[in-house]
């Protein structure tokens, strides 16, 4: 499954310092059972809107380290509120409908 979401930095910040606070958090969860990585991306045509994507291999698993609270991913999360406003998407299902180009 996927969990997305959705970042605003806020007027004098740069999407280059949530990113420092993203990779400190996403590398601690991570490493719970069913994390599958994640991905950062900048919008093109607006520097300061960013979308994740974090990869679990269920609902069950990624419901079950949210349940299980870290101090230290917690207060990461805390440091990065002053300058970005995040919202999420949501959760959605591994694709059941996939196309990928010919390459001949």
Not at 2 to 11: C, G, N
Not at 22 to 32: F, G, M, P, V, Y
Request: charged share 30%; aromatic share 8%.
């Amino acid at each position: 499954m996927k969990f997305l979401f959705e970042v605003h930095i806020k007027p004098g910040h740069t999407a280059e310092e949530y990113a420092d606070a993203w990779l400190r958090a996403s590398e601690i969860i991570q490493r719970a059972p069913g994390a599958r990585g994640t991905e950062l991306h900048r919008k093109l045509d607006d520097p300061n809107v960013l979308i994740a994507i974090a990869s679990w291999e269920s609902k069950e698993q990624r419901d079950a380290m949210e349940s299980r609270h870290n101090e230290q991913v917690a207060e990461i999360i805390r440091s990065a509120a002053p300058f970005c406003e995040i919202r999420p998407i949501g959760e959605f299902d591994d694709p059941q409908w996939v196309v990928i180009p010919d390459t001949k």
